[in-house]
């Protein structure tokens, strides 16, 4: 036995209400839809009967408004972690599609000249750094018990990629992190012995704009 048992539930957001479709990142003004505050009760009842002592979220809006059904079951307050923020992106405001959007725009084009790092955004290892910081803060927090971290789709990816081995560059329509999914990093004592995935609030298009 290497130390206490301790599970990092990831928390993916729910929907957001984004009626212009564009990919808002880091920007304010983003917020819960009435689908997406459905979703964050779902989870929160999933969660019912987890030990959880410790609720850890992304400072932005959505993740803070996912975070609250859980901090009300189990009476806790939300502590903002900067870490488990959402990824950087120079296209920030813009729609963005395959084959559609600022994707089509010669003037932006060299901001895709390197997926693998990338170049129109923070650096993948750079997310799963400071997302493996904010897990281990939480776990420390919890340790014995079940903490919750909110955060977004990109950087929970990124770090499961990154705790699993996988390389840090992929399809971003492959992406297994669903709205108000949990990604559940086990650990004993201070190692992952496990990661476990599931949706309490159902499937969801990992490309959908909005989410």
């Known amino acids: 036995m290497t130390g206490p048992r301790t599970i990092v539930h990831l928390l993916r957001h729910g929907e957001v209400h984004n009626?212009?479709?564009?990919?808002?990142?880091?920007?304010?003004?983003?917020?819960?839809?009435?689908?997406g505050r459905s979703q964050a009760d779902l989870v929160a009842k999933s969660l019912a009967d987890a030990d959880i002592t410790a609720l850890l979220a992304s400072p932005l809006q959505r993740a803070q408004q996912t975070a609250a059904p859980v901090a009300a079951l189990h009476g806790?307050?939300?502590?903002?972690?900067?870490?488990?923020?959402?990824?950087?992106?120079?296209?920030?405001?813009?729609?963005?599609?395959?084959?559609?959007?600022?994707?089509?725009?010669?003037?932006?084009?060299?901001?895709?000249?390197?997926p693998f790092t990338p170049s129109w955004g923070e650096p993948y290892l750079d997310i799963a750094h400071r997302m493996l910081a904010a897990v281990h803060r939480a776990r420390a927090a919890a340790e014995g018990h079940e903490a919750v971290c909110v955060s977004h789709q990109l950087p929970i990816w990124t770090l499961r990629r990154f705790v699993t081995g996988q390389r840090l560059w992929h399809d971003p329509r492959k992406r297994q992190c669903a709205l108000a999914s949990l990604t559940s990093l086990v650990f004993d004592g201070t190692e992952l012995t496990q990661v476990r995935y599931s949706e309490p609030a159902g499937e969801s298009d990992p490309a959908q704009t909005g989410a």
């Open 76 to 114: 806790l307050d939300v502590v903002t972690d900067e870490g488990l923020i959402e990824a950087d992106n120079k296209f920030e405001g813009k729609t963005v599609s395959v084959g559609g959007g600022a994707l089509r725009r010669p003037q932006y084009w060299a901001w895709l000249r390197d």
């Open 19 to 35: 009626p212009g479709g564009v990919l808002y990142g880091r920007l304010p003004g983003f917020y819960l839809s009435t689908t």
